[in-house]
């Protein structure tokens, strides 16, 4: 096996039957590679390079554009001038793929630091001053300023970003800011990529007052550092609290504002309601529970449930939780509250997984990719329907299936949904949507009509009345 690179033929001597090491040989920088040209990749391989290489300068173009020959021959001359440096530098003409990173204009030259995107706004056609550029960026150890677009994109694509929103306006915040610079390269040891953000509206809409305001997100998480403002001034503890993040199991603490974001955003979150924990009986009872649940917190990651805890109150006093500390499970936006003892971790873990407070009645509950596994390995027989979140066609499938789900639920049929992105490739579906019967992992896929409510309604009786 060997891969053509403009005409240039690469053996491959690694294990030809190990598919993943033939991936990633495929779409590693090392295969990819030729003297003095800028490769040209897809849009999944400049992702994999990006997620790979600390250090990569990607230039996106449309390929009609007149003046893209001109702008290849400067970036020629930069890729030949940048051969002693450590940094991957390719093309993308990939539609709408700076989209994904959170930018907006091609032609456009752009710098990648362990994922988070810097612009080059000057002269494309000018190599000197394209050169100067990038130099600089390597050479700068500095946290990356942001805008919401690229920030949003950063925390889709990496899995631990600490971002910090500060007021540019404020001398006490840049000041702050200033000190905070020195932690970014050991968080970096600890794939933890530091971005700041000077949008003023973004952290008030957190539920926050005071700036600046330190959030480490993990997998899309937001958790928010337990001190603002001047609290954020020794840069010592902060790096210790982010790195502590990264490293251990807790239960992060949320304002009101993010745990409605949370919840908006995921499909199953519990969440602990401390209260104000006022005096020292409550706040020792408080500490007890959070301890205790803190031991199924990594559990509960592996079924895709968000764990998190918040001490204000105006989401307990709308779904009437008046006793402290108390436990609410959110089912796609839907709470139930728990009515066992906290301070039982074990039980508590149990209840969370049931299947009967996973689902909730006459509706097709929707499940992430985590869940999903978790459920096709314990359930014997169970039917999926997967399809993608803005299509209009599979709304109106979703429909129907709900129509027919209260004739299910008398069949004591269990069926699911999800959109996660992906999700299609991880079992092998030709096309969305798709329903899937699976029997013991087993997949059987349905290839009749989506329209047709009755006839869904026969195959899936038909599935389950199959042998098994």
């Given at each position: 096996m060997g891969l053509f690179r403009n005409g240039d033929y690469l053996g491959f001597d690694g294990d030809i039957s190990?598919?993943?090491?033939?991936?990633?040989?495929?779409?590693?920088?090392?295969a990819l590679e030729v003297a003095d040209v800028v490769e040209k990749v897809t849009e999944d391989m400049l992702e994999n390079i990006i997620e790979l290489e600390d250090d990569v300068l990607a230039f996106f173009y449309d390929e009609e554009d007149g003046d893209v020959d001109d702008i290849m021959t400067a970036m020629e001359s930069i890729d030949q001038s940048l051969s002693d440096e450590e940094v991957e530098f390719v093309r993308c003409s990939a539609e709408r793929v700076v989209e994904n990173y959170g930018l907006s204009m091609i032609p456009s030259l752009v710098y990648f630091e362990n994922g988070v995107p810097s612009v080059y706004t000057g002269d494309l056609k000018n190599p000197d001053n394209v050169l100067g550029w990038i130099t600089q960026e390597l050479q700068q150890q500095i946290i990356k300023e942001v805008t919401e677009d690229v920030m949003e994109s950063v925390q889709d694509r990496r899995e631990f970003v600490a971002t910090i929103f500060y007021n540019k306006d404020n001398k006490n915040d840049l000041a702050i800011l200033d000190a905070l610079e020195t932690i970014d390269d050991e968080c970096k040891e600890n794939d933890i990529n530091v971005?700041?953000?000077?949008?003023?509206?973004?952290?008030?809409?957190?539920?926050?007052?005071?700036?600046?305001?330190?959030?480490?997100?993990?997998?899309?998480?937001?958790?928010?550092?337990?001190?603002?403002?001047?609290?954020?001034?020794?840069?010592?503890?902060?790096?210790?609290?982010?790195?502590?993040?990264?490293?251990?199991?807790?239960?992060?603490?949320?304002?009101?504002a993010m745990l409605d974001d949370i919840i908006e955003e995921h499909d199953y979150v519990a969440v602990l309601f401390t209260g104000l924990c006022a005096d020292e009986e409550d706040k020792e009872k408080c500490d007890k529970v959070a301890q205790q649940l803190e031991k199924i917190d990594t559990l509960l990651d592996n079924h895709g449930i968000v764990f998190v805890m918040t001490a204000q109150l105006d989401k307990a006093r709308e779904l009437?939780?008046?006793?402290?500390?108390?436990?609410?499970?959110?089912?796609?936006?839907?709470?139930?509250?728990?009515?066992?003892d906290l301070t039982q971790a074990k039980i508590t873990y149990?209840?969370?997984?049931?299947?009967?407070?996973?689902?909730?009645?006459?509706v097709i509950e929707e499940v992430n990719d985590l869940m999903l596994a978790k459920m096709l390995q314990s359930e014997p027989s169970m039917f999926v329907f997967f399809y993608e979140e803005d299509d209009i066609f599979s709304r109106k499938v979703l429909r129907g299936l709900e129509e027919i789900d209260d004739r299910l639920d008398a069949l004591n049929v269990e069926i699911v949904k999800t959109c996660d992105d992906g999700i299609d490739d991880d079992y092998e579906l030709e096309s969305l949507p798709s329903l899937v019967h699976f029997r013991k992992g087993e997949p059987t896929v349905y290839y009749g009509d989506l329209k047709q409510d009755d006839e869904i309604a026969l195959w899936i009786d038909a599935q389950r009345k199959a042998k098994k």
């Open positions: 190990r598919p993943v090491e033939v991936v990633n040989w495929l779409t590693g920088t090392d971005i700041k953000i000077s949008d003023t509206k973004l952290w008030e809409s957190l539920g926050i007052e005071d700036s600046p305001v330190l959030v480490y997100y993990e997998n899309d998480v937001p958790f928010v550092y337990p001190h603002q403002g001047s609290g954020l001034a020794n840069a010592e503890t902060v790096k210790d609290w982010i790195i502590a993040q990264r490293n251990t199991a807790a239960i992060e603490e949320v304002t009101d009437w939780v008046s006793r402290f500390p108390a436990l609410v499970f959110f089912r796609n936006g839907d709470p139930i509250k728990y009515s066992g149990k209840w969370l997984i049931n299947p009967k407070n996973l689902f909730m009645p006459n």
